[in-house]
C-alpha cells in the first residue's frame, strides 16, 4: 500500500520556521522524483520545491527562493521542506509529491496545514 504521510505544519509568527517532513511507504523512493505543492483556498495547487531522485537540479518556485530548502534522506524514504522567513502568504496547506520519473504516475499525501500569523 502506497502512503505519503506530512507532519511538521503549525502556527507560526511572521519571520518564523518551520521543517516539514513526508515519509513514504509502498514505493521504491530512491526511484522517485519529489516535490512539494500547496494551496490555498480558491487558488491552483502550486509547486513550491522539487528534487529529483538524483538529488541534482532541484528547484523551487521564486516566492520562496533563499528561504525554503528541500532535501531528501533515501536511507529513512522521507523529504523535508526547512522554511525560514516565513510570511503571511506563504499559509497554505502543503502536500508531498511523489512521481515515477519515467511512467510519469503520482502519488500524493493529505496534506499539512502550515499558518503564519502574528
Known amino acids: 500500500q502506497v502512503q505519503l504521510v506530512e507532519s511538521g505544519g503549525g502556527l507560526v509568527q511572521p519571520g518564523g520556521s518551520l521543517t516539514l517532513s513526508c515519509v513514504v511507504s509502498?514505493?521504491?523512493?530512491?526511484?522517485?522524483?519529489m516535490s512539494w505543492y500547496r494551496r490555498t483556498p480558491g487558488k491552483e495547487r502550486e509547486l513550491v520545491a522539487e528534487i529529483p531522485c538524483t538529488g541534482a537540479n532541484i528547484n523551487y518556485v521564486d516566492s520562496v527562493k533563499g528561504r525554503f530548502t528541500i532535501s531528501r534522506d533515501n536511507a529513512k524514504n522521507m523529504v523535508f521542506l526547512q522554511m525560514n522567513s516565513l510570511k503571511p502568504e506563504d499559509t497554505a496547506v502543503y502536500y508531498c509529491?511523489?512521481?515515477?520519473?519515467?511512467?510519469?504516475?503520482?502519488?500524493w499525501g493529505q496534506g499539512t496545514q502550515v499558518t503564519v500569523s502574528s
Open positions: 509502498g514505493l521504491y523512493f530512491n526511484t522517485l522524483d
Open positions: 509529491d511523489a512521481r515515477r520519473p519515467i511512467s510519469g504516475v503520482r502519488y
